[in-house]
């Protein structure tokens, strides 16, 4: 599965136009965010959290992220968290 294009957000930096997804978090029921983690969006894919600070996020609030898969970044509220893919059967 990929992300979903009806959640998708667009900007220009440096002539390269970065997209970026709004998403819930699917696994695990609540996430903390610490570097290694992995998670799962509600589309489906997997990612593992590579760095930053990290950030809690439960269902409670929805879940409620953004995912910005070319530049490796998982924004929760305004504090960006750096991500990359997760191998095929994390979950």
């Known amino acids: 599965m990929g992300l979903h294009s009806s959640n998708a957000l667009a900007q220009t930096v440096d002539t390269?136009?970065?997209?970026?997804y709004r998403e819930s978090i699917k696994n695990p029921y609540s996430f903390m965010g610490f570097s290694g983690d992995t998670f799962q969006p509600s589309d489906g894919s997997s990612?593992?959290?590579?760095?930053?600070?990290?950030?809690?996020?439960s269902p409670y609030n929805g879940g409620a992220v953004v995912v910005c898969p070319d530049w490796g970044k998982l924004i929760i509220g305004s504090v960006a968290i750096s991500i990359?893919?997760?191998?095929?059967g994390s979950w």
């Open 16 to 20: 390269k136009q970065i997209i970026c």
């Open 47 to 57: 990612w593992k959290v590579s760095g930053g600070q990290y950030q809690t996020i």
């Open 84 to 88: 990359q893919k997760a191998s095929k």
